[in-house]
């Protein structure tokens, strides 16, 4: 089970407070004690989260509840990552502590980014198959706190040049571009914010080195301390979204990144009825189906996308996956 700090459910419910929803009704409807959300320490289901949001939303009556929610955003709800990233000397480092500790936070999304001549792509894939039912509500938040975070810990509203969501535009939703301040597209390949390069030399404007430090440190003794009770399989499948986009899925790299020896790895997971291969193809069936929805992207250019050497294997193995050829299935899946 995928799981999230409980500070990120504090958020939902302040939020709702604010826009008039009473807190005890909010936690009831999905069950949650008060007492559980008073110890930061504290994990539940990614799902819990997906489904206080959604309710959230659907009792405030404001399909702009996820987006909103990003706005009250705070570096204290992402626990000690949050004081990290506060205390990081600028955002080239702030982002490599996001990518590096997201898991502190939870581990049902997967935190990336990529750097290029002109931009920086920051990118955010749903990898808990439970939270899907829920995946809108959570990448229109997530995406929301993202971009409130980098305007906070650099003290000025610094605005990205592109946001992008996997999911279709929402009616009644009219406040993408008020809070984003961009260009908002849907029906992406990726979720992702789009900055121009130069924002990673963006100082923080509060940054304590001697602090950074010290978070530096327990953040990766807390890590160490979450990676010896999480499954091998949850390890490896977060790995293999980042690796696959870059055509270096292999069980030899895996293992490095790791730390493992390949006969470990392996051995590992068929303790838990599993192999690295059957991770690998339960990942590229998951990144297939979000790419056939993206029309713009030929099926051929998918299939090298996922690792595939010929079109014509992908064919064969989508079909073994979902019954059904590639061209078929974004025919039903893509409205006409």
């Not at 509203?157 to 009219?174: E, L, Q, S, T």
Request: glycine share 4%.
């Amino acid at each position: 089970m995928a799981r999230v700090s409980v500070s990120l459910l504090n958020l939902v419910c302040l939020t709702a407070s604010k826009m008039g929803v009473d807190r005890d009704l909010l936690l009831s409807k999905v069950g949650i004690s008060e007492d559980l959300l008073k110890d930061a320490e504290n994990y539940v289901s990614c799902e819990l989260l997906g489904q206080i949001t959604k309710i959230a939303t659907e009792l405030t009556n404001d399909p702009n509840f996820p987006l909103e929610n990003g706005l009250n955003f705070q570096p204290s709800n992402l626990n000690i990552l949050g004081y990290l990233v506060s205390n990081s000397p600028d955002l080239r480092s702030a982002y490599e502590q996001g990518a590096r500790f997201d898991q502190i936070v939870g581990d049902g999304v997967k935190f990336s980014y990529e750097v290029t001549d002109d931009f920086v792509y920051n990118y955010l894939d749903v990898v808990d198959p439970d939270l899907e039912p829920y995946a809108m509500y959570t990448s229109e938040s997530c995406l929301s706190q993202m971009i409130t975070l980098k305007r906070q810990v650099v003290g000025k509203n610094i605005n990205p040049v592109a946001v992008y969501f996997k999911h279709g535009r929402r009616p009644g939703v009219d406040a993408y571009e008020r809070i984003f301040k961009c260009k908002v597209y849907f029906n992406a390949q990726r979720n992702s914010v789009v900055y121009p390069v130069s924002i990673l030399d963006e100082k923080i404007v509060h940054a304590n080195p001697d602090l950074f430090a010290v978070f530096k440190k327990y953040a990766e003794e807390y890590l160490t301390d979450m990676d010896k009770e999480k499954s091998w399989t949850l390890k490896v499948t977060r790995m293999l979204f980042d690796l696959i986009p870059r055509n270096e899925a292999t069980l030899e790299i895996v293992a490095q990144k790791l730390n493992v020896g390949n006969r470990t790895l392996q051995r590992q997971l068929k303790a838990e009825n599993n192999t690295f291969n059957n991770i690998l193809q339960d990942v590229r069936s998951k990144l297939a189906k979000e790419h056939l929805q993206n029309t713009s992207i030929s099926i051929a250019e998918i299939a090298y996308m996922l690792g595939f050497s010929e079109p014509s294997i992908f064919h064969r193995s989508f079909k073994k996956w979902t019954g059904k050829t590639p061209r078929l299935f974004r025919m039903e899946s893509v409205p006409a």
